[in-house]
């Protein structure tokens, strides 16, 4: 039976933890946390078995799951690579993927790395966040999958298949592109929207009262921990910039025709976002 | 007993109708519907008895309920307030209230109108998308309620408590200021993400797939219907354009912190974005 270590237990760590656990993937998981609160309460609820320092989870692991900010991934992972034993697999679950795979592409043990990307979450975080079935049906992309061992991919498959995960393969930058508009941007667009609320009305704190549903909806990603996207964000900037510009740009073009009365365009440009209905319910994951 | 018309009997309208009816509120329900094939949906769904045209429909009536764009309430209000009898109530339901005040503020049959706005929806529309429960524990904006008559408001109060809601009292302007921020930003937001990812990605669509739950939550309204929500923005540019400046001028502030590196800067500003979450958990619905 396998050792797991889980670095960093908190939403998604701990998730897969929970999940692998019930699915009698592992007999043994090991919690590495720095932070004290969340080490104990990992204990607590079942999520690890005991919390080590990263060197001793290290080397008594088969699988070492690295889920913490990217940019502690990537200080991370070349020194990680070099402790782990022989037939170990390390995996990250980072949300970017171009400096992670830069990162170590010349390490000598690159090959018993695996560069992943669950697309799954909620705008909770820490252990307490962490629940069954979080990755179910959902997608899952492996990059520079040909400088992983066969033997590491297939641990790693193994592993997403149990997660009732999907996986398909890109390149890192690619990667990098289209998640900064799929996933990032929605981010961005939220916590700016819950910010630029707060602010205009921060002398109203009633007038939340007001909002219904569709504000809830749209500004739920506000919610998320900048621990997690703020490296996120300094790590995919050169994508992220270029989709934000163009939303900016789309929002400026919809402020012009509402400030001439251009109703018919505005009419035009909404319906254009119409499309965005059958384009998300064609999405069947298989 | 009464006979309500339910004037467009869509999500909005169509949602009235049904918990009234399930309430013994009225025994009466007459659809006015300009669509045909929705009046024939709506009399099959059982949301109303019959279809009517609009002077007949008033002349039966002893609540009128507007649930129709906008831009086709501020045009029909006064010729309808011409012609309802004297002891009817004319509701409507429009999420702008600062034209439609204005359009009958001297009508020598003001007080038998009610100005309101009950703050819920969904993304669907038509009276397929109309259902039980819509307005249950959500609020209900009443503007001018001192040009309403005695009878008019305690009529429409009774309406609106029979929903589920709790109604609050703002005067039009004020009631339009606010719901730019709180409903109608949201929207743009929403709407012009939908538009910019599919513009980007338009050529690979299969990157869709990729999409998580984060996405879909962002950008649900971008699938709400453009014939209600044009006339929405038509009606309000004056201070949605003001929110959607103030959205604009944050994204750009966090695009130059995401160009210039400063992650620190971001962190904060997503930090101060986290506050939404206690602002919107302080909700209770009373």
């Given at each position: 039976?396998?050792?797991?270590?889980?670095?960093?237990?908190?939403?998604?760590?701990?998730?897969?933890?929970?999940?692998?656990?019930?699915?009698?993937?592992?007999?043994?998981?090991?919690?590495?946390?720095?932070?004290?609160?969340?080490?104990?309460?990992?204990?607590?609820?079942?999520?690890?078995?005991?919390?080590?320092?990263?060197?001793?989870?290290?080397?008594?692991?088969?699988?070492?799951?690295?889920?913490?900010?990217?940019?502690?991934?990537?200080?991370?992972?070349?020194?990680?690579?070099?402790?782990?034993?022989?037939?170990?697999?390390?995996?990250?679950?980072?949300?970017?993927?171009?400096?992670?795979?830069?990162?170590?592409?010349?390490?000598?043990?690159?090959?018993?790395?695996?560069?992943?990307?669950?697309?799954?979450?909620?705008?909770?975080?820490?252990?307490?966040?962490?629940?069954?079935?979080?990755?179910?049906g959902k997608m899952n992309?492996?990059?520079?999958?040909?400088?992983?061992?066969?033997?590491?991919?297939?641990?790693?498959?193994?592993?997403f298949e149990?997660?009732g995960m999907k996986t398909i393969?890109?390149?890192?930058?690619?990667?990098?592109?289209?998640?900064?508009?799929?996933?990032?941007?929605?981010?961005?667009?939220?916590?700016?929207?819950?910010?630029?609320?707060?602010?205009?009305?921060?002398?109203?704190?009633?007038?939340?009262?007001?909002?219904?549903?569709?504000?809830?909806?749209?500004?739920?990603?506000?919610?998320?921990?900048?621990?997690?996207?703020?490296?996120?964000?300094?790590?995919?900037?050169?994508?992220?910039?270029?989709?934000?510009?163009?939303?900016?740009?789309?929002?400026?073009?919809?402020?012009?025709?509402?400030?001439?009365?251009?109703?018919?365009?505005?009419?035009?440009?909404?319906?254009?976002?119409?499309?965005?209905?059958?384009?998300?319910?064609?999405?069947t994951v298989k």
């Amino acid at each position: 039976m396998k050792t797991i270590s889980i670095v960093g237990t908190g939403l998604i760590g701990g998730s897969v933890a929970v999940d692998l656990r019930d699915a009698g993937f592992a007999n043994q998981f090991i919690g590495v946390e720095q932070n004290q609160d969340n080490a104990a309460k990992a204990v607590e609820l079942g999520i690890v078995d005991q919390v080590l320092p990263l060197a001793e989870a290290a080397a008594l692991s088969d699988i070492i799951v690295l889920a913490i900010p990217v940019t502690a991934i990537q200080k991370m992972l070349p020194e990680l690579l070099s402790l782990v034993p022989e037939h170990a697999v390390v995996i990250d679950l980072g949300s970017t993927k171009g400096q992670l795979c830069e990162a170590v592409r010349h390490h000598p043990k690159r090959h018993q790395y695996v560069a992943a990307h669950p697309i799954a979450g909620t705008e909770n975080s820490g252990p307490t966040a962490a629940h069954k079935g979080l990755y179910q049906g959902k997608m899952n992309i492996i990059c520079e999958k040909e400088l992983s061992s066969e033997n590491a991919l297939a641990t790693t498959l193994a592993v997403f298949e149990v997660l009732g995960m999907k996986t398909i393969f890109m390149q890192p930058l690619e990667h990098d592109k289209h998640v900064a508009y799929i996933s990032h941007l929605s981010h961005v667009s939220s916590f700016l929207l819950g910010l630029t609320v707060l602010d205009v009305e921060k002398d109203e704190k009633n007038i939340f009262t007001l909002a219904g549903s569709g504000f809830a909806s749209t500004v739920r990603l506000a919610k998320s921990s900048p621990d997690m996207w703020a490296p996120i964000f300094e790590q995919n900037a050169h994508f992220l910039s270029h989709a934000l510009s163009e939303y900016i740009k789309h929002l400026q073009r919809f402020h012009e025709c509402l400030i001439n009365k251009d109703t018919e365009k505005l009419y035009e440009m909404m319906a254009q976002a119409n499309q965005i209905r059958p384009v998300l319910e064609g999405i069947t994951v298989k």
